[in-house]
């Protein structure tokens, strides 16, 4: 059985920073773009940060970026996000997506149909 199981979330004051990390398993995902996404209550899912197969292609969303630092390592078969000066509004569940049709990164491919591969989503929390 192929999963994504998020791990990192939890509540930090605004300011702070928090290490989200993403493992694979059933598969790897080591030939494939990843990326995060976030969905706040009663708001839509949103791209966050995608990076491509080897790790040299990434690419963040606007309220993220110079915030956030998206990382792989292929041999553990996982994906990290790393956010800083974090603000109440990036309050959401934090989701981890691959696109096994994808290797390399042309652009954000921030649509949440180009990916195929869902973890169930972590929790953070930012208090003001």
């Known amino acids: 059985q192929v999963q994504l199981v998020e791990s990192g979330g939890g509540l930090v004051q605004a300011g702070g920073s928090l290490g989200l990390s993403c493992a694979a398993s059933g598969r790897t995902f080591s030939n494939n773009v990843m990326a995060w996404f976030r969905q706040a209550p009663g708001k839509d899912r949103e791209f966050v940060a995608a990076?491509?197969?080897?790790?040299?292609?990434?690419f963040y969303a606007a309220s993220v970026k110079g915030r956030s630092t998206v990382s792989r390592d292929n041999a553990e078969n996982t994906v990290s996000l790393r956010m800083f000066n974090l603000k109440p509004g990036d309050t959401a569940t934090y989701y981890c997506a691959a696109d096994t049709d994808r290797r390399y990164l042309s652009g954000p491919y921030s649509r949440i149909d180009e990916y195929d591969y869902w973890g169930q989503g972590t929790q953070v929390t930012v208090s003001s």
């Open positions: 990076i491509n197969w080897n790790g040299d292609t990434t």
